[in-house]
């Protein structure tokens, strides 16, 4: 596998087409933030019902899983094998 690095120069229509979009994104959700700071997690649909704690503990979940992946994955590189073998028998298992 032959991987070649370079440097991006940043003047395509595409680039500039990217920023944008990422701009438009950070601005939508800066947008829904402010929306909900003043308006109240309400808007969300939460409720004495439905526990405001909930989305931070599946966040917390989410960076948990995201790590004990990267640690999965890392095996490959820190001990110089191909694990691909075990992570699709195990995928094949969870089928």
């Known amino acids: 596998m032959n991987i070649r690095y370079e440097e991006t120069q940043g003047r395509s229509l ?30 969300t649909g939460m409720s004495n019902r439905i526990v405001w704690g909930v989305p931070h503990v599946f966040a917390l979940f989410l960076i948990v899983a995201a790590s004990g992946a990267l640690n999965v994955a ?8 191909n694990y691909t073998s075990l992570c699709l028998d195990y995928l094949a298992w969870c089928h």
């Open 14 to 43: 595409g680039f500039y087409a990217l920023v944008a979009g990422l701009g438009v994104l950070i601005l939508a959700a800066l947008g829904a933030v402010y929306y909900m700071e003043h308006n109240g997690h309400h808007v």
């Open 74 to 81: 890392s095996i490959a590189s820190v001990f110089g094998k």
